[in-house]
Nanobody, 114 residues
Framework: QTQLVESGGGLVQPGGSLRLSCAASGTILTMRVMGWYRQAPGKQRELVASMSSGGSTNYADSVKGRFTISRDNAKNMVFLQMNSLKPEDTAVYYC????????WGQGTQVTVSS
């Protein structure tokens, strides 16, 4: 059974950086797409960034120029480098991976506050 495990969330001051990691286990298949969604309190879950196995990327307008997504296809891992963090980036960040089905991580809290 494919499982996603995230790490790297936490509390950071505005302008700071965090790096999220997500590893897919229980499968030998290279996920076609891996990425990150986030959900802030009282808001809908939104796509933050995604990356195909071929390297194509997609970013939410609100994070372009600040966040960078990367992958290690051999390890079925995806990373999100978040720089110049803002209080509005505060949310639970969820890793996801798609092959035929879509798999989700349990979520990791990112809080940007002084």
């Amino acid at each position: 059974q494919t499982q996603l495990v995230e790490s790297g969330g936490g509390l950071v001051q505005p302008g700071g950086s965090l790096r999220l990691s997500c590893a897919a286990s229980g499968t030998i298949l290279t996920m076609r797409v891996m990425g990150w969604y986030r959900q802030a309190p009282g808001k809908q879950r939104e796509l933050v960034a995604s990356m195909s196995s071929g390297g194509s990327t997609n970013y939410a307008d609100s994070v372009k120029g600040r966040f960078t997504i990367s992958r290690d296809n051999a390890k079925n891992m995806v990373f999100l480098q978040m720089n110049s963090l803002k209080p509005e980036d505060t949310a639970v960040y969820y890793c996801y991976a798609q092959y035929v089905l879509t798999y989700w991580g349990q979520g990791t809290q990112v809080t940007v506050s002084s």
